[in-house]
Structures are given as structure tokens and as C-alpha cells.
């Protein structure tokens, strides 16, 4: 039997436009859009929403709860730079670099490019970062942690 000590729970999805636009007008639903027996569906949730624009980007964040939450609203690029306002994961924990498991990213960062609809649910202590947003690029991005 193998036992994998290094499972770092990462929720990805593709909102469709209507429940975007759903979302955008009630962070409430946000619960709501997690997958059936994840632990965050019966917590309760702060969000903001923040605006990337041309120039922003942020070191090292951490959620202030047991989850984290990343909705990107909207976004306007005129380009197709998948790297710009990108928001890349990083596993803190100590020997997590030294580790490469077969389809495990932990180790090395796990970069989400940031297109409308993306929503990221990441456990709080997860460290991620927003790669720098080109200058004629903007984000629109509910950010949300769990209580």
C-alpha cells in the first residue's frame, strides 16, 4: 500500500459565461460552485474583487483561511502572452522542491493562466504569486477566503 504524503488539493474549473456573470453579481454563490464532498461547500466565504492592471504584480500571497479562492471576472489583453497576470501556485513546504512525482506539480510552480472564468480553489497555506500583467492588459479577479 502506498500512502502519498504530499496531496496538495487544487480545484480547477471553466465557468460558462452566464454563471460568471452570476457570480459577479452574487459572491455568495461562490460555495455553490465547489465539487459535491469538498470541504469548502459548507464554509462561509470573504471575498474582494481586485483589478490587475498594466504593471501590477504580487509576490508571495497566502489565503487567510483553509481554502482560497480565484475567480477571474474578466480580463482585456491584445495579445496572446499566456503568461501575463498568470497566477502560478508554490508548494512552501520544506523538501517539496526535491519532489517530482509523475503528475504531481508540487515541487515546481503550477502556472494558471488567467482567462475569464477560471476558478482556482487552493488550500489557504498554498503560497501563489500574479506573474507581472503586460501594460496594456487588465484583470478583473474575485479573490476569496474561507472563514
Known amino acids: 500500500m502506498i500512502t502519498s504524503l504530499w496531496e496538495s488539493p487544487v480545484h480547477t474549473a471553466q465557468l460558462a459565461s452566464d454563471v460568471l456573470a452570476r457570480v459577479a453579481a452574487d459572491s455568495g454563490l461562490l460555495p455553490s460552485l465547489l465539487p459535491t464532498g469538498h470541504p469548502g461547500r459548507d ?48 508548494d512552501p513546504r520544506a523538501g517539496a522542491a526535491n519532489v517530482g512525482l509523475p503528475g504531481l506539480p508540487w515541487g515546481r510552480p503550477l502556472t494558471l493562466t488567467t482567462r475569464p472564468g477560471l476558478l482556482a480553489v487552493v488550500p489557504g497555506w498554498l503560497g501563489w504569486q500574479v506573474a507581472p500583467v503586460r501594460a496594456d492588459d487588465e484583470r478583473t479577479v474575485l479573490t476569496a477566503d474561507s472563514a
Open 43 to 90: 464554509l462561509t466565504w470573504t471575498s474582494r474583487t481586485e483589478q490587475w492592471k498594466g504593471g501590477f504584480h504580487a509576490g508571495l500571497r497566502h489565503g487567510t483561511g483553509a481554502w482560497c479562492a480565484l475567480i477571474v471576472l474578466g480580463a482585456r489583453t491584445s495579445h496572446v502572452e499566456t503568461l501575463s497576470g498568470a497566477v502560478v501556485l508554490h
